[in-house]
């Protein structure tokens, strides 16, 4: 699609991509753009099918977080966010949201206990969810388990919503970030890694952006953090603390999920329950603004727009220039396939 509305030439050199941006305004090509992400939708809901049982509808937000299970990635403020969610369809069934499916993958290291029982809790979760026909498709929370390349691929450009929601000062870069933006979805995110850069990029009106800073995070550790006083303040923060406490997803078992709620409600070295407020309060904006589809959509092409600098070709020129010191040396398409015979069989010889 992208090809016949701007030509081809992205392909080699991505910053043409911004060529998109006078589209992102005309009704006929975000019609074609809604037309394209609701056949990938359909894609990935049928792959859902397939591997979870449930169905999701293709009409409701693609809401994702895929990425390795980490305790700092912060999957369990997402989790939060979902019980809060279901708290409130379930006590206001007229309530005006945007359906969503939220989607988690991603694998855990295999000694990485509390990484494990954050795969159990999202299952755990979704069973009780999915299963709830007050809630029918306002909300379905799926896993999908063997995060891989092949997934992602599937996933990436079903993706309406991108949680990129590690805490401030914690991830180096991200790679996710780039991929689902650069396939048209909108991020929620800290002011973290890549996302830095990606909301100057796309344009800060183009991006939710929650959560402490890393300054912020810095002090609130150094003068002494206490979550419970986020937990005691809160009455939905609360509420969904204790439903994982009291086994509301462990069929009555209050042992299963305790290391969990123990762990936020002790250290919470990363700072969810600081950051949970704000999060909730961004992800209503992310409501009010998917009912309003065309400025969604608008916004979905300017992300994909803006993704040009994150090309690798662009990374390697300047690590070309600015670490090794090398110049991109012109040849042939001649020379260019005498070069790779000769290190190939140079290669053949050290074998
Ligand atoms: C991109 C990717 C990652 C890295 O994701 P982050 O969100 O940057 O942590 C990990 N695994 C797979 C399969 C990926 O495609």
Redesign the pocket.
Known sequence: MISSAIGKSWVTDLDELRKLRDLAEEPDFQQEWMEVKRANKRKLAAQIRRTNGVDVSSESMFDCQT??IHEYKRQLLNVLHVITRYNRIRSNPGLNVAPRTVIFSGKAAPSYTMAKLIIQLVNSVGNVVNSDRRVGDLLKVVFLPN???SL?ELIFPASDLSEQISTAGTEAS????M?FALNGALTIGTLDGANIEIMEEVGRENIFVFGHTADQVNEIKRRGYRPREYYERNPELKEALDMIANGAFSSGDQHLFRPIVESLLGRDTYLLLADYGAYIEAQDHVDQLYLQRHEWVRKSIANTAGMGKFSSDRTIAEYAREIWGIKPEKIDKLDRRELVIQNFSEILRKD
């Open positions: 990425k390795r995060y891989n390349v992602g991200g790679t996710g970030n991929k």
